[in-house]
């Protein structure tokens, strides 16, 4: 197997066991502290697992590397767990999922402003059409309740675009165990405003669901760029949006509303074409490279 094929299907595998997280939630029925708290402990739980088994005695290591720079993905990776718990709790899932898969779109904003990576035209091009469909979502529930789901969604999506900045800033460095530290202090806030930690007894099994698929999905999808180019995994990362969504239609039959899939596809199309265009681009400059360097 190729390393190429091996990140395509860490990326596919990782994306579809993701897919069921969104309903997770819904179905734990607990105040959102008490989901977020139970969440990042588990989720932190999880990939400190993962992380023992996969390096042993030198865990501790792998944690000490990340430096002051994974502690900072550490706490943004926390605020945005309990912002996207928050926005699942107060609007839909097909908005939730819409807005958030906008990520790529807030990563080349803000690699634009914080590390002076020049956008492209296309890129600027694609901000624009993504703009116009993140508004198709919102515009139903403007005035309403669930515009403050849209709002927390919309700052996961932000938080998501400053994660993975600095993640490819320090792309030399495993930062799989920022996830451990982030599940933590996601949990810690939670432990101070939940009213209550504990959980109806159907819930347990839901809750401990939802921290193996964090831990398992995320940790795929954070190793495959390894392998294969970040534009690649973005272009399957929307398939999330699209599965998420039908989950949640079949087992809590929450029907899209014509906003969220009007916006939806603008969103998920647009993502893809832009992350398709983007890898062919990164294939050309890397042979065009490849071919000064054999000269």
């Known amino acids: 197997m190729t390393n190429h094929l091996k990140g395509i299907l860490m990326t596919f595998i990782g994306v579809i066991i993701l897919s069921p997280d969104s309903v997770l939630i819904r179905l734990a029925d607990a105040d959102s502290w008490t989901v977020l708290f139970w969440r990042g402990l588990l989720m932190s739980i999880g990939v400190t697992i993962l992380l023992l088994f996969t390096y042993r005695s030198k865990t501790i290591d792998e944690f000490k590397k990340i430096g002051r720079g994974g502690l900072w993905i550490g706490w943004l990776h926390g605020v945005m767990t309990g912002t996207f718990v928050f926005a699942i709790m107060l609007t839909s899932i097909a908005n939730t999922l819409v807005i958030i898969s906008t990520g790529p779109i807030w990563i080349a904003i803000i690699s634009w402003l914080t590390i002076r990576e020049k956008a492209s035209l296309i890129t600027w091009l694609a901000m624009i059409v993504v703009f116009i469909g993140i508004y198709i979502v919102m515009s139903a529930n403007f005035g309403g309740q669930n515009l403050v789901g849209d709002l927390f969604a919309l700052i996961t999506a932000v938080l998501m675009g400053f994660v993975f900045t600095l993640v490819r800033k320090y792309k030399t460095i495993n930062m799989v165990p920022t996830m451990s530290i982030g599940g933590i202090i996601a949990a810690l806030i ?92 990164a294939s050309k400059e890397h042979k065009q490279k490849s071919n000064f360097d054999v000269k």
Do not use: H
């Open 190 to 281: 939670a432990c101070i405003f939940a009213p209550t930690l504990a959980l109806k007894p159907e819930a347990i099994i839901y809750v401990i669901a939802m921290g193996a698929i964090l831990a398992i999905s995320f940790s795929l999808i954070t190793i495959a760029p390894r392998y294969m180019p970040a534009a690649e995994v973005g272009m399957i990362m929307p398939l999330e949006t699209v599965l998420g969504t039908l989950i949640a239609w079949k087992v809590v039959y929450e029907t899209p509303t014509s906003n969220a899939i009007i916006g939806g596809v603008i969103v998920v199309v647009t993502l893809f074409f832009y992350a398709w265009y983007s890898a062919n681009l």
